[in-house]
């Protein structure tokens, strides 16, 4: 769990990076598919990932939209306010926490539960759906995108064995 998280923040990392090249306009622009856009996919990825290990632990939501947030360097400050807490939950993730339950009430007033390790794994599929989306965008304004391939980030460097 803990490496494709790691994953998806170096990943994620390497998009701000290359937004940085980025005209402001290129950023915002609306985009066909996804949440609209370069910037506002970044803002959801950050912001769903922090809203469910929130709400899982029973702490407050974030409802912030995303007009407060419209700048790279905001959305970048957002993640970075988000980043400690999520990451102490997923380093204090454990085997015991697989099957333990959240109970979401719908508009409709009907309860469905999920386990938690369903949505730390829904949490991961998210970002790396998105990085997908990121992509054809980055070539559609013809600029290669950062690699998404899970190969060559060091990510399991510190296994025995590895140098």
Not at 109 to 127: K, L, N
Not at 132 to 156: C, D, F, H, T, Y
Request: glycine share 10%; hydrophobic share 40%; net charge negative.
């Amino acid at each position: 769990m803990q490496t494709f998280f790691r994953y998806n923040w170096m990943v994620r990392e390497e998009w701000y990076k290359w937004c940085e090249d980025l005209p402001e306009e290129e950023l915002l622009k609306p985009r066909i598919g996804g949440v609209g856009g370069i910037l506002k996919t970044l803002f959801h990825i950050a912001d769903v990932e922090w809203s469910w290990i929130m709400v899982m632990q029973g702490k407050p939501d974030f409802q912030e939209d995303f007009a407060g947030f419209s700048s790279l360097e905001k959305v970048r400050e957002l993640d970075a306010r988000f980043r400690p807490e999520v990451e102490s939950f997923v380093l204090g993730w454990n085997e015991g926490l697989e099957r333990k339950t959240f109970a979401d009430t719908k508009k409709d007033g009907s309860v469905v539960t999920y386990a938690w390790g369903e949505i730390m794994r829904h949490v991961i599929a998210h970002e790396i759906h998105h990085i997908g989306q990121l992509s054809v965008w980055a070539r559609e304004a013809g600029k290669q995108p950062p690699s998404a391939n899970v190969i060559g980030k060091g990510l399991m460097d510190s296994l025995p064995g590895r140098a």
